[in-house]
C-alpha cells in the first residue's frame, strides 16, 4: 500500500481507537464505537481496499474524478466508498476524504456520545487530567454539568448555556467562542496569563475535531 502513513494518522485524532473484524479481515478505525474507516485486508493481509464514509454527492464526485475511488466494497454504497490502496488518489486528498468521514460519523453520535469518545468537555477541558476527577467529582459529561465548582444543584453555566440552552455538543459549534461566560466562571487561582493561554488550549483542543 503506497499510503503507509494512514495508521499513524488516523491513530492521532482524537478519540480513535483501532481493532480487526476477524471474519472480514478488516482493520477498522472507530470514534466512539462507530467505524468510520477501514483497511480492507486480503487473505495474505494485503491492502485491497481503504473504506471510507462521505456525503453522497461528494462521493459521486470523487468516483467520477479517480477510477480507484469506488461504491463501497461490502458496505451501505450510497455513503461509503472504497479506495484502491496502490491507486492514483492524492495523498492530501485522502486524507481530506478520511478527516471528512471522521466528522462525518463523529457528527452522527448523541452528543453527550460525542464528548465522551473525544475525552473533552463541552468547554475543551479534559476531565481526565483533573485531580479530582473520579473522586469528589465525577466529570462534566457524567455529571451533566454539574461539577464541583458550580452552583448548588445546577450545572456549570458554561454548560447550561452550550448543551441546554443551544443544544450544542460543545462551545466549537458556538460563533461566540470564547464567550463571557467563559471569563466569568474562569479558575480564580489562575493568573490573567495563564487563564489566556488556558483558554487557547481549550480552544484549540475544540476546534481540532
Not at 12 to 41: E, H, S
Not at 48 to 66: S, T, V, W
Not at 169 to 195: H, M, N, Y
Request: proline share 7%; hydrophobic share 35%; net charge positive.
Amino acid at each position: 500500500m503506497r499510503y503507509t502513513w494512514l495508521d499513524e494518522y488516523l491513530l492521532q485524532k482524537r478519540g480513535v481507537t483501532k481493532d480487526l473484524q476477524p471474519v472480514w479481515n478488516w482493520v477498522r478505525y472507530m470514534i466512539g464505537g462507530r467505524m468510520f474507516a477501514a483497511v480492507c485486508l486480503d487473505e495474505k493481509n494485503k491492502p485491497y481496499y481503504i473504506n471510507l464514509k462521505l456525503e453522497p454527492m461528494e462521493g459521486e464526485f470523487y468516483r467520477a474524478q479517480y477510477p480507484d475511488v469506488i461504491p463501497g466494497y461490502y458496505s451501505d454504497k450510497l455513503h461509503w466508498n472504497s479506495i484502491r490502496p496502490d491507486g492514483a488518489v492524492p495523498d492530501e486528498l485522502l486524507r481530506q476524504m478520511l478527516d471528512q468521514s471522521y466528522a462525518l460519523v463523529l457528527a452522527g453520535l448523541p452528543k453527550k456520545q460525542q464528548r465522551a469518545a473525544l475525552g473533552l468537555t463541552v468547554c475543551g477541558s479534559e476531565c481526565g487530567s483533573c485531580e479530582l476527577y473520579g473522586q469528589s467529582c465525577p466529570g462534566c459529561n457524567e455529571a451533566a454539568g454539574r461539577v464541583f465548582h458550580a452552583p448548588a444543584g445546577k450545572p456549570c453555566p458554561i454548560y447550561g448555556c452550550c448543551v441546554n440552552k443551544k443544544h450544542l455538543a460543545t462551545c466549537k459549534g458556538c460563533p461566540q467562542l470564547p464567550c463571557a461566560i467563559w471569563q466569568a466562571v474562569r479558575d480564580p487561582s489562575l493568573t490573567e496569563e495563564e487563564f489566556r493561554q488556558d483558554t487557547a488550549r481549550r480552544v484549540e483542543r475544540l476546534k481540532g475535531v
